[in-house]
Nanobody, 122 residues
Framework: QVQLVESGGGLVQAGGSLRLSCAAS????????MGWFRQPPGKEREFLATISRSVFNTYYADSVKGRFAISRDNAKNTVYLQMNSLKPEDTAVYYC???????????????WGQGTQVTVSS
Protein backbone atom coordinates (compact mmCIF):
# COMPACT_ATOMS: atom_id res chain seq x y z
CA GLN A 1 0.00 0.00 0.00
CA VAL A 2 1.16 3.55 -0.68
CA GLN A 3 0.42 6.67 1.35
CA LEU A 4 0.18 10.01 -0.44
CA VAL A 5 0.50 13.50 1.03
CA GLU A 6 -0.14 16.64 -1.01
CA SER A 7 1.35 20.04 -0.26
CA GLY A 8 1.79 23.41 -1.90
CA GLY A 9 -1.77 24.66 -1.98
CA GLY A 10 -2.78 28.12 -0.86
CA LEU A 11 -4.27 31.43 -1.90
CA VAL A 12 -3.11 33.02 -5.15
CA GLN A 13 -4.34 35.84 -7.36
CA ALA A 14 -5.74 35.17 -10.80
CA GLY A 15 -2.93 34.83 -13.31
CA GLY A 16 -0.55 33.49 -10.70
CA SER A 17 1.15 30.13 -10.33
CA LEU A 18 1.44 27.35 -7.79
CA ARG A 19 3.30 24.07 -7.72
CA LEU A 20 1.70 21.20 -5.88
CA SER A 21 3.73 18.27 -4.60
CA CYS A 22 2.62 14.76 -3.75
CA ALA A 23 5.01 12.75 -1.61
CA ALA A 24 4.62 9.00 -1.37
CA SER A 25 5.60 6.57 1.34
CA UNK A 26 5.10 2.90 1.92
CA UNK A 27 5.87 1.74 -1.60
CA UNK A 28 7.95 3.10 -4.40
CA UNK A 29 6.02 5.48 -6.60
CA UNK A 30 7.55 4.07 -9.77
CA UNK A 31 5.13 1.13 -9.57
CA UNK A 32 2.14 3.39 -10.22
CA UNK A 33 0.56 5.62 -12.80
CA MET A 34 -0.05 8.91 -11.04
CA GLY A 35 -2.85 11.40 -11.46
CA TRP A 36 -4.07 14.74 -10.22
CA PHE A 37 -7.73 15.49 -9.65
CA ARG A 38 -9.67 18.34 -8.11
CA GLN A 39 -13.03 18.83 -6.47
CA PRO A 40 -14.57 22.32 -6.61
CA PRO A 41 -17.08 23.24 -3.89
CA GLY A 42 -20.37 21.42 -4.43
CA LYS A 43 -19.13 19.55 -7.50
CA GLU A 44 -17.81 16.11 -8.35
CA ARG A 45 -14.15 15.21 -8.40
CA GLU A 46 -12.67 15.78 -11.85
CA PHE A 47 -9.59 14.51 -13.66
CA LEU A 48 -6.78 16.94 -14.45
CA ALA A 49 -3.67 15.06 -15.54
CA THR A 50 -1.91 11.72 -15.46
CA ILE A 51 1.64 10.51 -16.00
CA SER A 52 2.86 7.02 -16.78
CA ARG A 53 5.26 5.01 -14.65
CA SER A 54 8.62 5.15 -16.39
CA VAL A 55 8.27 6.56 -19.91
CA PHE A 56 6.56 9.62 -18.37
CA ASN A 57 3.85 9.95 -20.99
CA THR A 58 1.34 12.58 -19.93
CA TYR A 59 -2.32 13.26 -20.63
CA TYR A 60 -4.41 16.28 -19.65
CA ALA A 61 -7.99 17.35 -19.36
CA ASP A 62 -8.90 20.01 -21.92
CA SER A 63 -9.69 22.47 -19.12
CA VAL A 64 -6.05 22.61 -18.00
CA LYS A 65 -4.09 21.70 -21.13
CA GLY A 66 -1.40 24.28 -21.77
CA ARG A 67 -1.68 25.76 -18.26
CA PHE A 68 -0.90 22.79 -15.98
CA ALA A 69 2.01 20.36 -16.18
CA ILE A 70 2.39 17.05 -14.36
CA SER A 71 5.82 15.62 -13.67
CA ARG A 72 7.38 13.02 -11.42
CA ASP A 73 10.69 12.28 -9.77
CA ASN A 74 10.73 8.59 -8.98
CA ALA A 75 14.00 8.91 -7.10
CA LYS A 76 12.31 11.34 -4.70
CA ASN A 77 9.03 9.40 -4.71
CA THR A 78 7.25 12.63 -5.58
CA VAL A 79 4.82 13.85 -8.21
CA TYR A 80 4.25 17.48 -9.06
CA LEU A 81 1.58 19.63 -10.63
CA GLN A 82 2.78 22.98 -11.93
CA MET A 83 -0.20 25.30 -12.34
CA ASN A 84 0.15 28.52 -14.32
CA SER A 85 -2.28 31.24 -15.42
CA LEU A 86 -4.62 30.31 -12.60
CA LYS A 87 -8.26 31.35 -12.80
CA PRO A 88 -10.90 31.73 -10.07
CA GLU A 89 -12.64 28.65 -11.49
CA ASP A 90 -9.54 26.63 -10.60
CA THR A 91 -10.50 27.01 -6.93
CA ALA A 92 -10.87 23.50 -5.51
CA VAL A 93 -9.37 20.85 -3.29
CA TYR A 94 -6.61 19.15 -5.28
CA TYR A 95 -5.83 15.47 -4.88
CA CYS A 96 -3.08 13.21 -6.12
CA UNK A 97 -3.80 9.55 -6.68
CA UNK A 98 -2.01 6.35 -7.63
CA UNK A 99 -3.22 3.72 -10.04
CA UNK A 100 -2.07 0.31 -11.24
CA UNK A 101 -3.64 0.89 -14.65
CA UNK A 102 -3.81 4.63 -15.29
CA UNK A 103 -6.46 6.60 -17.14
CA UNK A 104 -8.73 9.55 -16.41
CA UNK A 105 -11.48 7.87 -14.42
CA UNK A 106 -11.66 8.33 -10.65
CA UNK A 107 -12.54 4.63 -10.40
CA UNK A 108 -9.16 3.62 -11.88
CA UNK A 109 -7.22 5.08 -8.93
CA UNK A 110 -6.55 2.95 -5.90
CA UNK A 111 -4.83 5.30 -3.47
CA TRP A 112 -5.58 8.93 -2.68
CA GLY A 113 -4.04 11.73 -0.70
CA GLN A 114 -6.01 13.88 1.72
CA GLY A 115 -6.08 16.87 -0.61
CA THR A 116 -4.75 20.42 -0.53
CA GLN A 117 -6.86 23.55 -0.94
CA VAL A 118 -6.17 25.93 -3.80
CA THR A 119 -8.02 29.24 -3.82
CA VAL A 120 -7.69 31.68 -6.71
CA SER A 121 -8.93 35.20 -6.08
CA SER A 122 -10.12 37.50 -8.84
Amino acid sequence: QVQLVESGGGLVQAGGSLRLSCAASGRTLSRYYMGWFRQPPGKEREFLATISRSVFNTYYADSVKGRFAISRDNAKNTVYLQMNSLKPEDTAVYYCAASWSGGSSVDKYDYWGQGTQVTVSS
